[in-house]
């Protein structure tokens, strides 16, 4: 197994990004080339990223690796929309938004969707834990209406804004629904999140877990993944403003492709998963990204907007709402029953399908 070896070709790929981004920032290259590297490097940082946080919480157990994965990808988020918020461009309030609500659409529909599809495709019929399933889903449907919606309604600022009262409230709420879910995850209700009731972790993936030494140099892996994610998105931040804007593209693209480059690893294993028939590990992959998507980036994001003075606007627009309302609806029916066919996930594509044609042609 490839987690026998203390160092991967991940890890050199980690230390390889890390060490472009130093040489970016000291050699006096030109332009063009310092984008093009930062573009392959960034995509190598995200992966490695994950991939060493993933071997991580296989050494460490699902309580603390959970943790630990969520909140290496709240990083990479992060420190992607606080780059792109502080060029004070006339969108930069908008991005943590755009780029929220598009991890929420892509988790709820796109991933799932997928997810489903595939799986059904191949097993007719795939079934989960409805009570765990149902819980993810409520949390995120209090996230993004905390988030998202109630900012429209509040009359302290303006529209679509919090109060710094407000935002810290949000903020705290959202934190501790989170921790909330984590620990019903993976103390007090776990049963509830496993592929079968009362499942018990077999014997040989106890043995196959990564050496504590295959760890360290994950943890190691990881700090250096980081680092160079914050440092060439850092770079990459006005390039991907006006690429957009070259394009002609609305600026809740930006949004989406933020979330897409986050997502993009969780998205292969999702699948990866459906397709030997274990939805639920797909189910909580997505579901549980989407939840520490808003749950730990609205909190870090708007810790920066009250250090630094930066505006920053939550609510969404009318169309975002709808969009909102019929994934929730349609996530009521898919996951009411405990089983699902593809045609339930065909559902949640064409929403997603629907948001990418709306956000390009608005």
């Known amino acids: 197994m490839a987690n026998s070896k203390t160092i991967t070709s991940n890890d050199w790929l ?19 080339l310092l984008i093009a590297f930062a573009v392959v490097f960034l995509a190598v940082g995200i992966s490695s990223a994950v991939h060493s946080a993933e071997v991580i919480a296989e050494r460490v157990g699902p309580s603390i690796g959970t943790l630990i994965l969520a ?14 918020m ?40 795939l079934g989960f834990q409805s009570v765990g399933t149902t819980a993810l889903l409520g949390v995120l449907a209090v996230l993004s209406t ?34 909330s879910l ?38 190691i892996s990881l700090l250096f993944s980081l680092f160079a994610v914050v440092g060439l998105s850092k770079i990459l931040s006005p390039t991907i403003e006006s690429t957009i804007s070259a394009l002609g593209a609305p600026k809740a693209v930006v949004g989406i492709v933020i979330a897409i480059l986050v997502l993009a690893p969780e998205t292969l294993a ?22 520490a998507s808003i749950a730990l980036t609205i909190p870090a994001v708007s810790l920066y907007s009250l250090l630094f003075d930066k505006p920053l606007t939550l609510g969404l627009d009318s169309k975002g709402i709808v969009f909102l309302m019929v994934t929730f609806l349609a996530g009521s029916f898919t996951f009411g029953s405990g089983r699902t066919t593809s045609l339930h996930g065909l559902i949640h594509l064409v929403i997603m399908a629907s948001f990418l044609a709306i956000s390009l042609m608005p």
């Open 14 to 32: 980690s230390y390889t990004s890390f060490l472009v981004l130093v040489f970016a920032m000291v050699a006096p290259i030109g332009e063009g």
């Open 71 to 84: 909140i290496s990808v709240t990083v990479i988020e992060v420190a992607l929309i606080v780059s792109l």
């Open 86 to 125: 502080s060029n004070d461009t006339a969108d930069s309030p908008q991005i943590a938004r755009d780029t929220v609500f598009a991890a929420l659409m892509i988790v709820t529909n796109g991933i799932i969707g997928i997810c489903i599809l595939l799986g059904g495709l191949k097993h007719k019929e």
């Open 146 to 179: 905390l988030t998202l919606i109630l900012p429209l309604f509040t009359t302290s600022t303006n529209k679509g804004t919090y109060s710094a009262g407000q935002l810290i409230f949000v903020s705290l709420a959202s934190l501790v629904l989170y921790g």
């Open 182 to 219: 984590v620990w019903s995850q993976t103390k007090s209700h776990k049963n509830f999140f496993s592929a079968t009731e009362g499942e018990v972790t077999p014997l040989e993936t106890i043995h196959s877990r990564p050496s504590q030494k295959r760890a360290i140099t994950s943890f």
């Open 270 to 291: 999702a699948m990866n998963a459906a397709k030997t028939n274990e939805l639920q590990t797909s189910l909580n992959l997505a579901l549980g990204s989407g939840a």
